[in-house]
């Protein structure tokens, strides 16, 4: 059983960065494909990002391309979110996601996902 435990999140003003984390509890980290996903309040939950096991593949949603950055240091068992020029549509809570499988290949539908965390909450105001 992985345990997932995000942090990071917070109050920020729009235009401003954040960056996430995401602390597994498993040694085997690094054969693990990871995920962010997100959900606003009165949405489902949506893909963000995700990054296979050594971190050389990513993916983006459209929404967050070319403003946020998945990675992760296998060294540490922590994955990463770096959030930029943040939108009042990026408020939501943040959840991380880890498969067993090292490819990141379907990353974007929540069901390949095995273990999530709680959830780190992220407000924009505007």
């Known amino acids: 059983q992985v345990q997932l435990v995000e942090s990071g999140g917070g109050l920020v003003q729009a235009g401003d960065s954040l960056r996430l984390s995401c602390a597994a509890s498993?040694?085997?980290?690094?054969?693990?494909?990871m995920g962010w996903f997100r959900q606003a309040p009165g949405k489902e939950r949506e893909f963000v990002a995700a990054?296979?096991?050594?971190?050389?593949?990513?993916y983006y949603a459209d929404s967050v391309k070319g403003r946020f950055t998945i990675s992760r240091d296998n060294a540490e068992s922590t994955l990463y979110l770096q959030m930029s020029g943040l939108e009042a549509e990026d408020a939501a809570v943040y959840y991380c996601?880890?498969?067993?499988?090292?490819?990141?290949?379907?990353?974007?539908?929540?069901?390949?996902?095995?273990?999530w965390g709680q959830g780190t909450q992220v407000t924009v105001s505007s």
């Open positions: 990054i296979n096991y050594s971190g050389a593949t990513t």
């Open positions: 996601a880890a498969r067993r499988s090292p490819s990141a290949a379907g990353g974007r539908t929540e069901s390949v996902y095995a273990y």
């Open positions: 498993d040694r085997t980290f690094n054969s693990y494909a």
